[in-house]
T-cell receptor, first 114, second 113 residues
Framework: DAGVIQSPRHEVTEMGQEVTLRCKPI?????LFWYRQTMMRGLELLIY????????DSGMPEDRFSAKMPNASFSTLKIQPSEPRDSAVYFC????????????FGPGTRLTVL | GENVEQHPSTLSVQEGDSAVIKCTYS??????FPWYKQELGKRPQLIID?????GEKKDQRIAVTLNKTAKHFSLHITETQPEDSAVYFC????????????FGTGTLLAVQP
């Protein structure tokens, strides 16, 4: 089992540019989560999907952020336009939709917006 | 809104001592309480979890206790070792049957050899 796969692992971009982060959940998992981690705000849930359907996007900070899950094996988190305050580590996690199960985290994408 | 408070934010212990990290939660419907360990530059990984129908759970040197009445849960690490040094996060499920977790702010544990 390869675990949750995220790409890229590191991204450095300039303010105003579009950034797309990618995630492949563990095969067979039907829930997918996007988190953002910063020193100031800790680990924040941005959005999560059950069976490819967005369930709760209340953590998405602004309209500049959008997420999609076109199929069970792929999700994207897009920031357009990016700003320096978006700099953070973005984690994707997956598990089975039944509540109370371990969430498996990917290695994260470290985003730096200059 | 729902929140999870975690204390202390930093904890330094001598190798072999015990470490205790405490969390409180606000949602009375929370029924799942995992603990994650995150080493520097790595992903969070589950180390132990407890459900609301259990008051205590132990796995070797790690134990978690839950007091649903007081909405408290705690992580206990005994016989600490330098490799226990990391950031530890508690979390609580939101709502009775949702898959959503709210995380605490983390505790940086340093085990001095």
């Amino acid at each position: 089992d390869a675990g949750v796969i995220q790409s890229p692992r590191h991204e450095v971009t300039e303010m105003g540019q579009e950034v797309t982060l990618r995630c492949k959940p563990i095969s067979g998992h039907n829930s997918l989560f996007w988190y953002r981690q910063t020193m100031m705000r800790g680990l924040e849930l941005l959005i999560y999907f059950n069976n490819n359907v967005p369930i709760d996007d209340s953590g998405m900070p602004e309209d500049r952020f959008s997420a999609k899950m076109p199929n069970a094996s792929f999700s994207t988190l897009k920031i357009q336009p990016s700003e320096p305050r978006d700099s953070a580590v973005y984690f994707c996690a997956s598990n089975m939709v039944e509540g109370g199960n371990e969430q498996f985290f990917g290695p994260g994408t470290r985003l730096t917006v200059l | 809104g729902e929140n999870v408070e975690q204390h202390p934010s930093t904890l330094s212990v001598q190798e072999g001592d015990s470490a205790v990290i405490k969390c409180t939660y606000s949602d009375s419907a929370s029924n799942y309480f995992p603990w994650y360990k995150q080493e520097l530059g790595k992903r969070p990984q589950l180390i132990i979890d407890i459900r609301s129908n259990v008051g205590e759970k132990k796995d070797q040197r790690i134990a978690v206790t839950l007091n649903k009445t007081a909405k408290h849960f705690s992580l206990h690490i005994t016989e600490t070792q330098p490799e226990d040094s990391a950031v530890y996060f508690c979390a609580a499920s939101i709502g009775g049957a949702t898959n959503k977790l709210i995380f605490g702010t983390g505790t940086l544990l340093a085990v001095q050899p």
